[in-house]
């Protein structure tokens, strides 16, 4: 898959999900570096204010593969409701995929899609 597919099948998803008419803005930022490595960054905003706030950073030269990834959603006033991210930890938490949660726990989780993503988000507004 070239990277370019894989950025417009998130441009689509992201489409998909407003016609829900929950996400009132949305905007995109994408960073070729090679045909294969990229960056695709996001802000995504829903009825309620919350807004979600997502980086991926990717390699598809032999499968699609998050180097780095962060899906941070958060209230209008800034409260995290949850965030999905492989970001290394001191101390080391033993996992890299993980979530945060509003508690302040980490736990570990699986690498999530941003359809994933969604849907938690959709049943956080509904």
């Given at each position: 898959m070239l990277l370019a597919e894989y950025f417009a099948r998130i441009v689509k998803d992201i489409?998909?999900?407003?016609?829900?008419?929950?996400?009132t803005d949305s905007e995109l930022r994408i960073d070729c570096r090679t045909e294969k490595i990229g960056i695709?960054?996001?802000?995504?905003?829903?009825?309620?204010?919350s807004c979600l706030f997502f980086t991926e950073y990717l390699d598809v030269t032999y499968k699609i593969e998050k180097l780095t990834y962060s899906f941070h959603y958060q209230?209008?006033?800034g409260t995290l409701i949850f965030r999905y991210d492989n970001a290394y930890h001191k101390p080391r938490l033993g996992f890299a995929a993980h979530?945060?949660?509003p508690s302040g726990?980490?736990?570990q989780s699986d690498m999530p899609k941003l359809n994933d993503v969604f849907e938690e988000i959709m049943e956080h507004l509904l």
């Open positions: 489409e998909e999900y407003s016609k829900t008419n929950l996400i695709i960054k996001g802000t995504i905003t829903f009825l309620d204010n209230q209008k006033d979530k945060h949660l726990e980490i736990i």
